[in-house]
């Protein structure tokens, strides 16, 4: 584990953030004395869909899906409650 001053880590924190996000974990100092340490985040994501993305069989940009576009027709006659209570039976 690499240690670095805490004022050559402002200067090049794009250069340590890029190490990070590759795996390394570093040790951040204040005048030679440890005081953190950077490491990269867990994968939060279910092991399936990292095998799809990592396949290219799905994409995700890192946001809330949009939902769909498509909406469906509502029955004439019936509430939006009483439609609501039908699908969730």
């Known amino acids: 584990m ?5 004022r050559k880590m402002k200067a090049s924190m794009s250069q340590y953030i890029k190490r990070v996000k590759e795996g390394e974990t570093l040790i951040i100092t204040v005048r030679g004395r440890p005081v953190a ?3 990269p985040i867990e994968n939060k994501l279910p092991s ?8 290219g069989l799905a994409s995700w940009a890192g946001g809330k899906p949009l939902g769909t576009k498509q909406y469906l027709p509502v029955k004439k006659g019936h509430s939006i409650a009483q439609i609501v209570e039908e699908d969730r039976r």
Not at 2 to 6: R, V
């Open 2 to 6: 690499e240690q670095i001053g805490i």
């Open 37 to 39: 340490r950077l490491v």
């Open 48 to 55: 399936g869909i990292t095998t799809m993305l990592d396949k």
